[in-house]
């Protein structure tokens, strides 16, 4: 994911390591919760713009539940993130938490149906 985009790995490998990960929980019954990434400029506008349609197409084409950005409202701001800026602090990681809980109700409200787990 993000640590691929900071490499620079191609945005078709990314896609391809992402999919086998699913395949493999959904084999498995497992409902996916997939929190997107979202990459920065300085790989080029074509990089970036690639990297960037993977998580969306992905979960799109999947029906994953999705959450588009894992780092929403934490990448950006430097009172959310420790000396590197590019990891969550324990206030980012508070944030971070906020924002996934809705995903994670709907996954637990997919499990109450019936669905996603094998027994």
Not at 92 to 98: D, E, F, L, P
Request: proline fraction near 8%; charged fraction near 15%; hydrophobic fraction near 45%.
């Amino acid at each position: 994911g993000a640590n691929d985009g900071l490499r620079g790995i191609d945005p078709g490998l990314v896609r391809s390591n992402l999919e086998k990960i699913i395949a493999m929980l959904q084999e498995k019954g497992i409902i996916v919760v997939f929190a997107g990434m979202r990459m920065a400029w300085n790989l080029g506008p074509g990089y970036t713009s690639g990297f960037n349609q993977v998580y969306p197409e992905i979960a799109a084409e999947k029906k994953l539940i999705f959450m588009p950005f894992f780092l929403e409202g934490v990448a950006t701001n430097p009172s959310l993130n420790i000396d590197d800026g590019l990891h969550p602090n324990p206030q980012g990681y508070a944030v971070i938490v906020n924002n996934l809980l809705p995903f994670v109700k709907q996954a637990l409200a997919e499990v109450a149906k019936g669905q996603g787990v094998e027994p």
